[in-house]
């Protein structure tokens, strides 16, 4: 069974081998606090995987179930005793059992065909726009539906007019950092792009934004698509080796973190020369740039507003950024803390459309958690993450913004220069 594996960095069996199925990760999964199932858990699936690799008589249909149900938060693989890779495993259950039944395919088919296609991807989305206008707004925001997620009644924010991407100056060459702007960035948060972009040339860097970056291809290896989700990382690898950044900054943990972990596993060495290139907007600025105790004492007398942060799972666990976002917003605002500590907003990329209920379990426990600390807005790194908490804070009946670390650092360095 052992030859049917894909390429991975590492041998699976040894990885599978390393978990003592202490069960830690029963204590960490939000999956798991919400429906007590030991088969969704992580050392759950890693000893059905074992099993199975063993000859044991599983379905494989169960195993792409297991696949699908894990929200990929990556809180055990970060806390693990015996540091199981828990990323890679999971990647290769997907890769193994994933891509099955007509709509998988199906939506694999039209992800190939969309995503290496920019023109056509901003006229589809030009198109759900128009037809998100059509669509009442909920509770006077601008959090609409689109007709794919009425079934779930999933709202999301109005898509925006213009991406970022269309707006963005041409290249001067080679160097500086690479801004990644991500598909939420560019077509739903472009203000979090802007942002980044002016924030990152205050703080004294040379950015790019490169009209010709595709998505990072996540989508297509969250539903077990490694032939699409490869050809989408060799797209970008081949902008990154001919412009050579000297930094790659993306508003979106989860790309950051796929451009710097899972292009490993798509496309192997060629990905090593910018693994350690990759980082958070607030990580580059607190390990190279001085902008931090410049504006500090510019702000020292400005009015600031209590936010409370969300840390992304991606930001937390897969890049391990925890205290740089903290370290700039104590300059800007008045930083409050949950009770509970960092938790999982339950969006999890496609987890949330095959599980919305538990997503949105998931979505308004953390909510809650950060309702309690009273703040006037909430902060967070991520795309993901602001659409999955301003849905569920609506859906509680407040309207309390969430915004993009860069949104709110940003608005204070232009409050200045007023």
Sequence with gaps: MTESLPE????????????????????????FERNLNESDVARGRISLLQAFLEGQSISEDKLGELFYSCIKCYRCEANCPS?????????????????????VRLVSWMLRWILPRRRLYDGILCLARWSQIMLPSQRGMSMRHLPISLFHRKAMPALAKVPALRRAPES????????FTGCLGNYVYPQTVRSTESILRSAGFR??????????GMPLKAIGDKTGARRLAERNADLFESMRPDWI???????????????????????????????DMSELLVQESDLLDREAKALSGTLKPRVVYHDPCHLL???????????????????LETEQGPRCCGMGGIFSALHPLLASQIGSQRANDLLSANPEEVVTGCPGCMLQLQERILASGHSIPV??????IARHLDRQKR
């Design 403 to 408: 915004l993009h670390t860069s949104e709110v």
């Design 172 to 179: 001067e060459g080679r160097g500086g950092v690479l801004l």
């Design 207 to 216: 950015v790019e934004i490169p009209r010709q970056q595709l998505c990072c």
């Design 8 to 31: 991975i960095s590492f041998p699976l069996v040894e990885a599978l081998d390393r978990c003592a199925r202490c069960g830690q990760c029963r204590s960490l999964c939000p999956v």
């Design 317 to 335: 666990w897969v890049l391990r950024v925890r205290e740089e976002p903290r370290r700039l917003l104590q300059e800007v605002s008045v930083l």
């Design 83 to 103: 540091h199981v890779e828990y990323g890679p495993i999971i990647s290769s259950m997907g890769f193994l059992f994933g891509l099955k039944g007509s709509w």
């Design 249 to 279: 900054v993306s508003p979106c943990p989860t790309c950051a973190g796929h451009l710097k972990r899972g292009y490993v596993e798509l496309i192997g060495d060629r990905a090593m020369p910018w693994m350690d290139h990759v980082k």
